[in-house]
Each structure stands twice: as structure tokens, then as C-alpha cells.
Nanobody, 115 residues
């Protein structure tokens, strides 16, 4: 199946850390830019971070620089989001997605709650 499956969400205290994972299957993962998008309760979608196919270009939302780190392992068809020094405003549903105009694919999301 062509899919993205996120994992690693949960409840964390302010100042804590979480690592999200997104496992891809059914397509050529290393051909695509990948990234993370989140949606906080009652708010719109926010692009969190993205990685080019070879991870040479990494982009972050300005408000998250220094706290979040995106990485990918093309051998494992997986993209990660390391979140450190977390804040209550990081509470959201986090989606993994292909960042491609030609091939848009999203995962089902994983909930992150900072409280």
C-alpha cells in the first residue's frame, strides 16, 4: 500500500522531548521531499519542517528553529522529527507528508500534547 504512518506522539511535560517517526511504503521514498505539518486545536495548518530528498536542504518554521530537528533515513524509508524543549503551544496533531506538487500524500497524524 502507498502510505505514511506516523508514530511517537504522546503526552510530555514542558521542557521535555519527543521523537516522531514516519514510515513510508509503496513509493520511492528517496525521490521525494518529506516534511511535517501540524494543526493545533482550533487553528489552521502550520508547516513545521521539511527535508529535501537527500537531506541536504532542511527548512524549519522560524518559531521552531533550534528546538526541532528533522532527519531522514532513506534506507529505512523513514523521516523523523526530534522535538526538544517542548512548550504547551507545541500541542497539536502532527502529520507527515510528501512535499511534492505532483505527489501529495499525508499520514493519519499523531497527537502530541505538552502539559
Amino acid at each position: 500500500d502507498v502510505q505514511l504512518v506516523e508514530s511517537g506522539g504522546g503526552l510530555v511535560q514542558p521542557g521535555g522531548s519527543l521523537r516522531l517517526s514516519c514510515a513510508a511504503s509503496g513509493f520511492s521514498f528517496d525521490d521525494y521531499h518529506m516534511g511535517w505539518i501540524r494543526q493545533a486545536p482550533g487553528k489552521g495548518l502550520e508547516r513545521v519542517s521539511s527535508s529535501s530528498s537527500g537531506a541536504l536542504s532542511l527548512v524549519y518554521a522560524d518559531s521552531l528553529k533550534g528546538r526541532f530537528t528533522i532527519s531522514r533515513d532513506n534506507a529505512k524509508n523513514t523521516v523523523y522529527l526530534q522535538m526538544d524543549n517542548m512548550k504547551p503551544e507545541d500541542t497539536a496533531l502532527y502529520y507527515c507528508a510528501t512535499f511534492s506538487v505532483a505527489f501529495g500524500l499525508w499520514g493519519q497524524g499523531t497527537q502530541v500534547t505538552v502539559s
